[in-house]
């Protein structure tokens, strides 16, 4: 019987074919941009590179700050809830590593004396600085106005640019995700409802001879099965080969987890979909008299 | 066996939206075993009795029992099990037009579920019963009209049903056809299946003997003796 079942699965599948490829891929793309949705820590992790996940800004201080000064400096960062970490560079260290950076200028530079560099904390931020960036420039701007601080570096404005693009393509991303699924399940009816009523006569044949209602649905539940087997399919194709080939993830199966909690979800309401669908259809061949009419 | 109870209509009453009664207060005792024609002119309701019967179509009034349940409960939960315990011969036989005559037969055995040994023991049984064997491979569109009615009739019987429904199963055969089709009704009856055969022809009750003929008159059914058109004149 489920040979018999299959059969008429594969082929329903074949005769809506072109309904078929398309629900697939639709639901294959539904899949990969719902699951980069959900999983937007790691993907975000894995695009950003390290020096912009741990952001660090330059806070220098100038040449004539009095020891108590750098004292009030150290004590802000030290208390600011922006500030995850901070250390002090070290003059002649400094000085060692740009010599080493640019080489070329060493003539130039063979004259002067370190003492003139200023004294520079290199302050890691938080992360919450990227997310609420507008406070944490604030907090970076009024440093700046303490007549000791020299100056203050900041990549902030950039990392908090990626950050807006990020999110913005995330949402796009569920948005064409959620897009995907409606197309998925409307062309996904339709290619049954072709097949239905491909085999309508069929169907009423079965009935009449005493089938049971799954050995009529069963069919058209292989059949969403087939589009979601290959969506599936698709999905976890593209998600590998953009994790591992692409954007080099740490590891493909810290995304799959809920990738296949999304599938099962996607799974349930495909076979309610169907459900409802053969059973609209069955009420009415019951009820047509035309069937049979050449 | 004969006095066993298969189906009992009391006093029915069926309606077509927009149309007259089709019954009217109409009783009817089916036992099993039994050979039945039911006798009736063009639209007096032969196919509506089969329909409801068959549970496709329903009833406004009155009572059907069958075997001991009744009827508007077992529709509602067991209608499936009752059909597989029927075997339909449609008028216009109503066969997958693009599968095998094979393929036709077995349908009822892979519905019940079946293994493929005992479809392939039955389904051969069938078509020597039909006299279908050197064509089991022929598409069904192909087959003649007389050819495709013993397809029907061979899809109705090869599950054993209870109860063969047949409607105006000789209404597109010649006379020769109509008496190959009427013998093979009667090899039926005989292994012990229930037949009721719809038609206008007041002529097939007399060929076959023992039989009980119903009319539906005045929306009603009413047993008769048929008697041979020589005797009448």
């Known amino acids: 019987m489920l040979r018999f079942l299959l059969h008429r699965a594969v082929r329903n599948t074949l005769s809506s074919f072109s309904a078929f490829v398309i629900s697939s891929l639709c639901l294959g793309i539904a899949l990969f941009c719902a699951t980069f949705y959900v999983e937007r820590e790691i993907f975000l992790n894995s695009l950003v590179p390290t020096w912009a996940r741990e952001t660090k800004a330059l806070v220098a201080i100038s040449n004539n700050a009095t020891p108590k000064q750098v004292e009030k400096v150290k004590a802000i960062l030290k208390v600011s809830k922006w500030v995850k970490s901070f250390s002090q560079i070290e003059q002649a260290k400094a000085w060692d590593r740009f010599l080493k950076d640019f080489s070329h200028l060493k003539d130039i530079a063979k ?79 339709l290619g049954i409802k072709l097949s239905f009523q491909a085999s309508k006569r069929e169907a009423y044949i079965f009935d009449i001879l005493g089938a049971s209602s799954w050995f009529i649905k069963l069919p058209f539940y292989f059949q969403g099965t087939f589009i979601f087997c290959v969506g599936l399919i698709i999905s976890f194709a593209g998600l590998y080969g953009f994790c591992e080939k692409i954007i080099d993830c740490a590891s493909i199966t810290d995304v799959v987890n809920l990738f296949f909690v999304i599938s099962a979800l996607v799974f349930v309401c495909e076979v309610i979909l169907i459900e409802f669908t053969v059973r609209f259809l069955r009420i009415s061949i019951r009820k047509s008299d035309d069937l049979w009419v050449q | 066996m004969e006095d066993e109870l298969l189906i009992f209509c009391d006093h029915l009453f069926k309606k077509y939206p927009g149309t007259d009664w089709v019954f009217k207060d109409a009783s009817l005792t089916i036992f099993r075993n039994q050979f039945l024609f039911l006798l009736g002119s063009s639209g007096s309701g032969k196919t509506t009795f089969i329909k409801i019967i068959s549970g496709q ?177």
């Open chain 1, 111 to 189: 004259d002067i004396d370190p003492i003139y560099i200023p004294l520079i904390f290199e302050v890691t931020l938080k992360k919450e600085c990227l997310n609420s960036s507008g406070e944490c420039s604030e907090f970076f701007a009024k440093l700046e106005d303490i007549p000791s601080v020299e100056s203050v570096f900041s990549p902030l404005p950039w990392i908090r640019r990626i950050y807006i693009w990020f999110e913005l393509f995330q949402k796009g991303a569920l948005f064409f995700a959620l897009f995907l699924f409606v197309c998925a399940m409307v062309i996904t009816l």
């Open chain 2, 57 to 233: 179509e329903d009833y406004d009034r009155g009572k059907i029992i069958i075997q001991n349940n009744d009827f508007r409960k077992l529709k509602r939960k067991n209608l499936h099990l009752w059909r597989r315990s029927l075997g339909i011969v449609f008028q216009d036989f109503r066969l997958l037009w693009k599968q095998t005559v094979k393929e036709n037969i077995a349908l009822p055995l892979i519905i019940l579920g079946c293994s493929k040994n005992e479809i392939d023991m039955r389904v051969k049984a069938v078509l020597k019963l039909v006299q279908l064997e050197d064509k089991e491979d022929v598409v069904c569109k192909y087959l003649s009209g007389g050819e495709q009615q013993r397809v029907a009739i061979g899809r109705a019987i090869v599950h054993s049903p209870v109860l063969l429904l047949a409607d105006e199963p000789t209404g597109n055969l010649d006379d020769k056809h109509t008496k190959n089709i009427l013998e093979l009704f009667y090899t039926l009856h005989a292994r012990g299946i229930s037949i009721l055969i719809a038609t206008h022809d007041k002529r097939l009750p007399i060929a076959i003997p023992d039989c009980r003929t119903v009319m539906i008159k005045d929306k009603r059914f009413i047993d008769v003796i048929p008697v041979p058109k020589s005797r009448t004149s």
